[in-house]
């Protein structure tokens, strides 16, 4: 079985019986989103908090 297929029937089996197909979704999402960033960590591809606030200035400036 695929990783995708076991991922998808971890979040069926989880859901509630009156669940939405809308919660499915909502939470194939998520856990699509947490996978890639756990990702982005482990190859170093993160910003200090520093250089967020240094990257975000030009755009939060009065």
């Keep these: 079985m695929s990783t995708a297929k076991k991922a998808v029937m971890s979040i069926v089996k989880q859901l509630p019986d009156d669940g939405s197909l809308e919660d499915a979704q909502y939470q194939l999402y998520v856990r699509q989103k947490v996978e890639r960033s756990l990702a982005a960590a482990a190859q170093g591809k993160v910003e200090t908090q ?13």
């Design 50 to 62: 520093a250089q967020v606030k240094k990257r975000l200035s030009k755009w939060l400036a009065p």
